[in-house]
Nanobody
C-alpha cells in the first residue's frame, strides 16, 4: 500500500510562491499516476494537477501557467511548484496516487491519499 506524506505548505502573501512535496513510501512511483487536489472550507475537494506514468500533465484552468507538477521517480517524490499565488488558492492541499488515471482531475480515480498540507494566501 502506498503511503503519502505532504510537506511544504505555509502562509504567503498574494503573488508569492510555495513548493509542495509529497514523499511516497513502500512503492515505486514510476508507474503511478499522481496528483494534487485541494479543498477549501465549505467546498468540495477539486483536482489541481495530475501527472501520469508517461509524465503527461493535466492542470485545472485556474492554475494553468502558475503551477507546475513534477515527479522524481528516483526519490519517489511528487512536487507542486506554485507561483503567483492568489487568495483563492487558499486550501488544504492533498497528494494522491493511483495505478492509472484518465487526466480528468477526478478525485474518484485516486485510491491513495496523504493527510494534506495547508496553504494560506493573504491579500
Amino acid at each position: 500500500q502506498v503511503q503519502l506524506v505532504e510537506s511544504g505548505g505555509g502562509s504567503v502573501q498574494a503573488g508569492g510562491s510555495l513548493t509542495l512535496s509529497c514523499a511516497a513510501s513502500r512503492y515505486d512511483v514510476t508507474y503511478l499516476c499522481m496528483g494534487w487536489f485541494r479543498q477549501a472550507p465549505g467546498k468540495e475537494r477539486e483536482g489541481v494537477a495530475t501527472i501520469d506514468a508517461l509524465d503527461t500533465t493535466k492542470y485545472r484552468d485556474s492554475v494553468m501557467g502558475r503551477f507546475t507538477i513534477s515527479k522524481s521517480n528516483a526519490k519517489s517524490t511528487l512536487y507542486l511548484q506554485m507561483n503567483s499565488l492568489q487568495p483563492e488558492d487558499t486550501a488544504m492541499y492533498y497528494c494522491a496516487a493511483t495505478n492509472a488515471c484518465s487526466r480528468s482531475l477526478s478525485r474518484d480515480e485516486f485510491v491513495y491519499w496523504g493527510q494534506g498540507t495547508q496553504v494560506t494566501v493573504s491579500s
